[in-house]
């Protein structure tokens, strides 16, 4: 197989494989898409915006979409991942990025009111923004240069071929290369798959800070697993909940 990076032609395509990915998955399956059986087709218009966003950021190396297809076929896309650069001291958007971010936002804003996207209940898709508070001490210390895995979706029909092992895997490399750990949050009964690709260390869920104000606490069936990889190095300067 191949690994290559996405192109705006791609976006389309590669938002079905996340959403045939993420069809029975808690989160971005059952919470954001609970009339999915009902508007099958509407699903991946979620992904496609996210994609929309991201890739505007690709501009920047600090923002990758890789795709994952057959050796001899590069038109075909069997995985899609998306890896961000984590760093300690943010890197400013540049007037470019900036540029590019309001470009999409324009046409996703154009696309929501011309082809809603009925499957959808958008009430609860800022439980992920509403949560970084209870768990970004966890990127602190050594873990706060890493490369972090935003979204990893294999196409169902095409599991079994070790395709979301090579976009894991990719982002490793790169993780080496500049001496920084990489890190992750699975979705619920994915945590060996990721352990197995190399995340050894596990540091606990989303739910575990925040009480009720936490919006993932009563939602144990969206997993959250913080996973992180150091790279054979000893975390320092971690800080706890609160500080």
Do not use: C
Not at 17 to 23: I, P, S, T, Y
Not at 35 to 40: L, Y
Not at 95 to 124: L, S, Y
């Amino acid at each position: 197989m191949s690994i290559r990076n996405a192109t705006y032609e791609d976006l389309l395509p590669a938002s079905k494989v996340l959403a045939a990915a993420f069809r029975n998955e808690g989160l971005f399956g059952g919470l954001f898409h609970p009339h999915r059986n009902d508007f099958p087709e509407d699903m991946h218009l979620f992904f496609l915006q996210k994609l929309r966003l991201d890739f505007a950021r690709t501009s920047s190396p600090d923002t990758l979409i890789l795709l994952a297809h057959p050796p001899n076929d590069p038109a075909a896309i069997a995985g899609v991942a998306i890896w961000n650069r984590k760093r300690a001291t943010p890197v400013p958007d540049s007037e470019e990025v900036i540029a590019k971010v309001k470009e999409m936002e324009v046409i996703n804003a154009k696309e929501a009111i011309e082809k809603p996207n009925r499957a959808a209940d958008p009430t609860h898709h800022n439980i992920l923004a509403d949560s970084e508070k209870f768990i970004k001490h966890h990127w602190s210390g050594s873990r706060a240069e890493s490369w972090y895995l935003d979204v990893l979706g294999v196409d169902p029909k095409q599991g079994g071929h070790g395709y979301g092992k090579s976009l894991t895997k990719y982002g490793f490399e790169l993780a080496r290369k500049e001496g920084v750990g990489a890190s992750v949050i699975s979705a619920l009964d994915r945590e060996s798959f990721y352990t197995a690709l190399g995340f050894d260390v596990t540091v606990g869920t989303v739910r575990d800070f925040g009480g009720e104000e936490n919006p993932f606490t009563s939602k144990p069936e969206l997993g959250g697993t913080l996973h992180f990889w150091d790279g054979g190095r000893e975390p320092v300067g971690l800080r706890e909940y609160g500080q």
